[in-house]
């Protein structure tokens, strides 16, 4: 079908515009296509009613009765609505995001196995003040959803620190580097909007990553950046530790063989060891 068109010629150049006719036309198909079958299904339910209506009206003769079943059922509409466009939506949309949960707890575990633990175990080991309070860190089988919580609560008061002479700089830098393009993979995600404290983990850990890869040499640094580059250390020490937590607290519940190599590799455990010893 040829679409009608209005034309403008110049002196060498002949301009296609399209009428408003033809536009109305294009808007009409791209409605018709997109809602076609709802309006054909609409159209055949709604002459299913009549038919059935007019049947019994009919057979049975009794034009009251039904008018009054009709109007009975009018009156149910509303309610059948807010069921439907309410309730069954509100089911819809928890499932929804329980899939969308999943999705990105996978994400979260991804990072932890490829960038999390070794970064939170090389900073942990930093940390002045932490061997007093390891034992509190080294998460058990046994654990219920309490101990997790306690543990939570404690590493949101836990009073953080580094120690910069012990921070590896360099090999910090070119492990970050290494990670960048995985980094970058994640924050393009769009999964990550529905977990708002894990966004800011992995923004402060790319963060990090910008600042170590943008210095040429890490090795002979001024004190008062390595003050600086502290201060963003423990940013993403304390993010890490926390969201660790929740991370663990997850894979207990839903995957415990994820969570038996994941204790095993817990990054506050000076012995750790990924072999099964007993």
């Not at 932490?130 to 509190?136: D, H, I």
């Amino acid at each position: 079908m040829r679409i009608p068109v209005c034309t403008a010629k110049s002196s060498n150049v002949e301009i296609f515009i399209p009428s408003c006719a033809t536009l109305h036309q294009l808007q009409g198909g791209a409605i018709s296509m997109r809602y076609g079958w709802q309006l054909k299904l609409g159209l055949v339910l709604l002459s299913f009613t009549v038919i059935v209506y007019s049947i019994k009206f009919l057979v049975l003769k009794n034009p009251s009765d039904t008018l009054n079943y009709i109007f009975n059922s009018l009156g149910f509409v509303p309610i059948s609505a807010f069921l439907v466009t309410i309730i069954l939506n509100e089911l819809l949309t928890m499932r929804s995001r329980r899939e969308r949960l999943e999705k990105l707890n996978m994400v979260i575990g991804t990072f932890f196995s490829e960038v999390g633990t070794d970064l939170l175990t090389g900073i942990s080991d930093c940390d002045p003040g932490l061997a007093s309070v390891r034992k509190n860190l080294l998460v058990r089988e046994t654990w219920e959803k309490k101990d997790f919580d306690d543990l939570r609560t404690f590493l949101e008061a836990y009073s953080y620190d580094l120690d910069g002479s012990k921070v590896d700089v360099p090999g910090l830098s070119q492990f970050l580097s290494e990670k960048r393009n995985f980094l970058l993979r994640l924050l393009e995600n769009p999964a990550l909007l529905e977990h708002q404290m894990f966004t800011e983990t992995l923004r402060a850990v790319f963060h990090l990553t910008e600042e170590l890869d943008r210095r040429k040499c890490c090795s002979d640094l001024p004190e008062t950046d390595i003050i600086h580059i502290r201060g963003d250390l423990l940013r993403v020490y304390r993010q890490l530790a926390i969201q660790w937590v929740d991370y663990m607290q997850y894979l207990k519940k839903y995957y415990p063989y994820l969570f038996s190599l994941a204790m095993r590799t817990n990054p506050f455990d000076q012995n750790a060891s990924v072999i099964v010893k007993k």
